[in-house]
């Protein structure tokens, strides 16, 4: 049964993002830092929008190192962004090529004070602009101050959630696990691995998910030779081994887990995988408390596998985060 938990968050999760911004900001000696992706403007904001599939137009938020933050969007996006808790909102008429709301974010980050001479943006490691380049560039000259990157700063204020975040990654991630226990019900060979995944995605959707933007399935005898391609019209036949891995979204945060499923039986040695990797798990489920490191739970995880004729890890990790 679908959990209808409320939609967004209240103040004070918003209030209590600005002020930890604004820590890392104090300690990093920053004046503001600027965001301009989907993500890091609808977490200190609340702002979201389908808008964003549309790659014409940059939205720009600053977070100064006091106050609230700023938000200098298209026009196009003001009645939406003044039903969040913003309400210094600065729009222009996007997508304008010649100027395309970069004179007025250098105005907005040139009017703050200048304390440390230093902008915080992210970018480092696993981030993107969602601005064009060139107009990057410009904005760094037309700014008197250095941007430097707080990419890392901005994963570690957003891998600790609060509860109410919690709260929506398991309702994402009890969704996702309704709609694959389902998959017995109906799955069988002679199926294609994209009518097995057009079903899987109309009952995650049916369970509240709002859209299902990843589902991947490999399948092939005893198993699959890819994790990222798919599904295909490849026809399941006895014997084989399928794997679904989906990031379904609900309200912003994702769930992201896989299946593997065996139709009519499966081989020894794919059992003796299975099971390595079952217990691999459920150590990596022990290993994961208060006071634990994630390097904790790898070694946790990767004994069990290296015992279980595992012949190495070149990628250092083993499985990911939410979020």
């Not at 904001?45 to 700023?70: D, L, M, N, Y």
């Not at 006895?238 to 912003?252: E, H, K, N």
């Not at 059992?271 to 459920?282: D, G, L, P, S």
Request: glycine letters at 8%; proline letters at 5%.
């Amino acid at each position: 049964m679908t959990n209808y938990l409320n939609r967004g968050f209240e103040l004070a999760e918003f209030e209590n993002r600005t002020l930890r911004a604004q820590k890392v900001m104090h300690d990093k000696q920053l004046d503001a830092m600027i965001f301009t992706t989907e993500p890091n403007v609808r977490y200190f904001t609340g702002f979201h929008t389908q808008f964003w599939h549309s790659p014409t137009r940059p939205w720009f938020v600053i977070v100064p190192a006091e106050g609230k933050p700023i938000a200098i969007i298209p026009e196009i996006g003001a009645s939406g962004m003044a039903g969040t808790w913003i309400d210094n909102i600065i729009t222009w008429p996007s997508p304008r090529p010649e100027d395309d709301g970069i004179s007025l974010v250098a105005s907005a980050l040139n009017s703050l004070p200048c304390k440390h001479g230093r902008v915080g943006a992210t970018l480092g490691i696993e981030s993107h602009l969602r601005m064009p380049v060139n107009n990057y560039l410009k904005l760094t000259t037309m700014v008197k101050k250095d941007f430097v990157d707080v990419s890392l700063e901005m994963h570690g204020l957003r891998q600790i959630k609060s509860q109410a975040e919690i709260e929506k990654t398991r309702e994402i991630c009890r969704i996702t696990n309704v709609a694959f226990d389902k998959i017995p019900t109906y799955a069988k060979a002679g199926m294609s691995e994209r009518e097995i995944c057009k079903q899987f995605r109309i009952d995650m959707l049916l369970e509240g998910a709002d859209e299902c933007p990843y589902i991947i399935a490999g399948s092939g005898p005893d198993g699959y030779d890819s994790i990222i391609m798919g599904p295909t019209d490849r026809i399941i036949e006895p014997g084989d081994v399928l794997i679904i891995d989906t990031g379904a979204v609900r309200d912003g945060y994702f769930s992201d887990f896989d299946r593997n499923w065996a139709f009519g039986h499966a081989s020894e040695q794919t059992k003796a995988a299975y099971r390595a990797t079952y217990e691999a798990t459920t150590k990596g489920f022990e290993a994961a408390k208060p006071g634990a490191t994630t390097t904790d739970i790898y070694n946790a995880m990767w004994k069990v596998l290296e015992a279980n004729g595992a012949l190495g890890n070149d990628v250092g990790r083993l499985g990911h985060g939410l979020g």
